[in-house]
């Protein structure tokens, strides 16, 4: 697939395989479509604006220091430091996610892949490639318009 990250806040994920996806966040909702199910969940950001999804994380909203504990992890192979890798853990309670996985490249700074762990221990793991930085994104992009006979249902988890 495809993502697209404007900050501040703004994203968007559109998955081809296996199936159809988008994921859009215009910086005060998203929009999570499936289009095999006609479906529409909408979201609302919390109002503090802190990193309470692995995306908003990407967006650039919250904190780095207040939002998270940090852990440098060594490499499976400690004569390979061709990345680092940086476990971050959420302090906020609201937090969709138990913690964040971040390889970077050292020499860049460029997060090369993020894998996000679930709360029932489930691992998602997006690995970046043909990062092409400061492109003028149109916030036209961050825009969803909901098709015509899909479901829309609300979700207000983020702002109970």
């Not at 968007?12 to 479509?33: A, I, L, M, N, W």
């Not at 919390?46 to 990193?51: K, L, N, S, T, V």
């Not at 919250?62 to 939002?67: M, Q």
């Not at 996610?97 to 050292?106: A, G, H, M, V």
């Amino acid at each position: 697939g495809t993502v697209h990250v404007k900050k501040p806040g703004r994203w968007r994920f559109d998955y081809t395989d296996p199936e159809q996806k988008v994921f859009v966040c215009d910086g005060v909702s998203v929009h999570s479509y499936f289009p095999a199910d006609h479906r529409v969940i909408v979201s609302q950001l919390p109002p503090d604006g802190g990193a309470s999804t692995p995306a908003l994380f990407l967006a650039g909203v919250g904190d780095l220091r207040r939002d998270f504990t940090a852990e440098f992890l060594e490499p499976r192979n400690p004569s390979d430091l061709t990345w680092w890798i940086i476990r971050l853990t959420p302090t906020r309670n609201d937090a969709d996610y138990e913690q964040l996985t971040l390889t970077i490249d050292p020499h860049s700074l460029v997060i090369q892949q993020m894998a996000t762990t679930d709360f029932q221990g489930g691992i998602s793991t997006y690995t970046f490639s043909n990062l092409m930085e400061n492109r003028g994104l149109s916030d036209t992009l961050f825009v969803f318009t909901v098709p015509r006979g899909v479901e829309v249902l609300v979700d207000d988890s983020f702002t109970r």
